[in-house]
């Protein structure tokens, strides 16, 4: 089987749609599936990719040419919040359902695809009834890299000294420091924050420090994910529109703490008040917990087995 894979990252876009995109290509090669994975990346995107295997191209901007290339593939999944209703009917032409779109929260009305949403709140989208439209949706399909499909048991400290500070893509420096200060001054935790412009982190690195830390503040997108893998107990912020339904998700379950928006003016008093209510070890226990449940490493390979045992697919 072969599969196209579009993608994007960069400064605007941020890293969880190449995330993703790594994650599966690397769950589609498990299941002896050939994959092209293509990305629209600035030079940021491009040194997360580094020591990948991909091809750097500016794909929307040249859509006809990928179109054409779309006809040599069995699949083609498509993460990006750029892709209008317009490309993926054309992609729909040629590959009918064999068109995958990753969706975070019903972007466009889709012609005949299959549309993929693995979000803790995934199974509660409402994208209609249609028999064109085939549907892989909820928790149980949370895409992760590879490096978190198995992942050790986390311990809970009795105190919190540790904090891990992440943001993902978005050029929020000021607020990261800002952050920084008010974990070292209010509460006398280390802190590790993590600039993507001045350290590359692998997915090992990722892993290993949440697993050393005590407790997290994170953006809303994919990062958050890999947390709850972790089972770090998190208190979350919004940098973005396509972050809320998420941050929402997890509060309800019961995972994390749901701060604010980044501009908030109240959002140091609330990270300040959810730090308080994480620092009792059951309170982090039981946090941990949740998010280790809801997350069991297993969405990838769970995607894939469905896209490769669809009727279309194989014909």
């Given at each position: 089987?072969?599969?196209?894979?579009?993608?994007?990252?960069?400064?605007?876009?941020?890293?969880?749609?190449?995330?993703?995109?790594l994650?599966?290509?690397g769950?589609?090669?498990?299941?002896?599936?050939?994959?092209?994975?293509?990305?629209?990346?600035?030079?940021?995107?491009?040194?997360?990719l580094?020591?990948?295997?991909?091809?750097?191209?500016d794909?929307?901007?040249?859509?006809?040419?990928?179109?054409?290339?779309?006809?040599?593939?069995?699949?083609?999944v498509?993460?990006?919040?750029?892709?209008?209703?317009?490309?993926?009917?054309?992609?729909?032409?040629?590959?009918?359902?064999?068109?995958?779109?990753?969706?975070?929260?019903?972007?466009?009305?889709y012609?005949?695809?299959?549309?993929?949403?693995?979000?803790?709140?995934?199974d509660e989208?409402?994208?209609?009834?249609?028999?064109?439209?085939?549907?892989?949706?909820?928790?149980d399909?949370?895409?992760l890299?590879?490096?978190?499909?198995?992942?050790p048991?986390?311990?809970?400290?009795?105190?919190?000294?540790?904090?891990?500070?992440?943001?993902?893509?978005?050029?929020?420096?000021?607020l990261?420091?800002?952050?920084?200060?008010?974990?070292?001054?209010?509460?006398?935790?280390?802190?590790?924050?993590?600039?993507?412009?001045?350290?590359?982190y692998?997915?090992?690195?990722?892993?290993?420090?949440?697993?050393?830390?005590?407790?997290?503040?994170?953006?809303?997108?994919?990062t958050?994910?890999?947390?709850?893998?972790?089972?770090?107990?998190?208190?979350?912020?919004?940098?973005?529109?396509?972050?809320?339904?998420?941050?929402?998700?997890?509060?309800?379950?019961?995972?994390?703490?749901y701060?604010?928006?980044?501009?908030d003016?109240?959002l140091?008093?609330?990270?300040?008040?959810?730090?308080?209510?994480?620092?009792p070890q059951?309170?982090?226990?039981?946090?941990?917990?949740?998010?280790?449940?809801?997350?069991?490493?297993?969405?990838?390979?769970?995607?894939?087995?469905?896209?490769?045992?669809?009727?279309e697919?194989?014909?």
């Amino acid at each position: 089987m072969k599969v196209l894979i579009l993608s994007e990252a960069g400064r605007e876009a941020g890293f969880g749609h190449l995330t993703r995109c790594l994650a599966l290509k690397g769950a589609f090669e498990k299941n002896s599936a050939r994959v092209d994975l293509v990305v629209n990346a600035n030079e940021m995107g491009d040194s997360l990719l580094w020591g990948q295997q991909y091809r750097c191209f500016d794909w929307w901007n040249n859509r006809k040419e990928t179109l054409k290339k779309v006809n040599d593939f069995d699949a083609v999944v498509i993460d990006s919040y750029i892709a209008d209703a317009e490309f993926y009917r054309s992609c729909s032409q040629i590959l009918g359902k064999r068109t995958f779109a990753i969706d975070d929260y019903r972007c466009i009305d889709y012609p005949k695809c299959t549309v993929i949403n693995p979000s803790i709140c995934g199974d509660e989208s409402d994208y209609g009834s249609s028999d064109k439209v085939e549907h892989i949706l909820g928790k149980d399909y949370i895409i992760l890299r590879e490096e978190f499909w198995n992942v050790p048991q986390k311990q809970i400290n009795p105190n919190p000294s540790k904090v891990l500070i992440t943001l993902g893509g978005h050029n929020k420096q000021d607020l990261l420091s800002d952050l920084e200060d008010l974990i070292r001054n209010k509460f006398g935790c280390e802190c590790v924050a993590v600039r993507p412009a001045a350290k590359r982190y692998t997915a090992l690195e990722m892993r290993q420090a949440m697993l050393d830390v005590d407790l997290c503040i994170s953006a809303g997108g994919q990062t958050t994910y890999e947390l709850a893998r972790c089972g770090v107990p998190t208190i979350g912020v919004c940098l973005a529109d396509n972050q809320v339904q998420n941050l929402e998700g997890w509060q309800r379950e019961g995972f994390l703490d749901y701060a604010g928006w980044f501009s908030d003016d109240d959002l140091f008093a609330k990270i300040e008040a959810a730090f308080r209510m994480l620092i009792p070890q059951s309170e982090r226990i039981k946090r941990s917990q949740i998010g280790r449940k809801c997350v069991d490493g297993r969405g990838s390979s769970r995607i894939v087995e469905k896209i490769m045992s669809l009727k279309e697919v194989n014909k």
